[in-house]
């Protein structure tokens, strides 16, 4: 009897996720203040709605596929806003990460240094394209050593850097 149950449960689960998943995709209100203007952000609950309706409608992708699916469907929910990164530069106008660390390294590489010279030589290019990050990464080293770690190492992180911004 209670395998039954069980195996009904499983049943009723994979038709609820094969209905939502061949369900037509509901489409989420655009707001126009935030496609008004591109260099406005989009408020994080308006953004944290329209991801949670994408993850529904593609709840059988993961991995890349899931990702590009979400990509898709975020950029469909809010046309005109750049919400990701393109070409190495984030939404902001600041070059992201990786491509800030690739030109330094190009930099770095032309000078041949070598040794603790080319690690100085790499940090302060860094530092020097991308303060924000080199700030958090300052932030994170004084909370770890405090001892801090998971949901308190965020949210000290979060307060030094909002702090050291202004």
């Known amino acids: 009897m209670r395998s039954i149950w069980i195996v009904s449960a499983f049943v009723l689960g994979l038709a609820g996720a094969a209905q939502a998943q061949t369900a037509p995709p509901a489409k989420a ?3 126009t203040t935030a496609t008004a203007a591109t260099d406005e952000p989009i408020p994080r609950t308006e953004r944290a709605k329209a991801r949670q309706d994408c993850v529904a409608e593609n709840v059988a992708l993961t991995g890349d596929d899931l990702r590009a699916a979400m990509r898709i469907c975020m950029q469909g929910k809010f046309p005109g806003v750049q919400l990701y990164a393109r070409d190495g530069v984030t939404r ?3 070059p992201t990460a990786v491509a800030a660390r690739a030109a330094c390294k ?3 590489d032309g000078r041949k240094l070598e040794g603790s010279e080319r690690i100085a030589a790499l940090t302060a290019c860094f530092n020097g394209k991308r303060p924000d990050l080199a700030q958090r990464s300052e932030c ?4 770890r050593a405090k001892g801090l770690d998971g949901a308190d190492l965020r949210k000290a992180v979060d307060a030094c850097a909002r702090e050291a911004k202004g």
């Open 140 to 143: 994170r080293k004084e909370a």
């Open 106 to 108: 190009d930099e770095v």
């Open 92 to 94: 902001d106008g600041k």
């Open 29 to 31: 209100p655009v707001s």
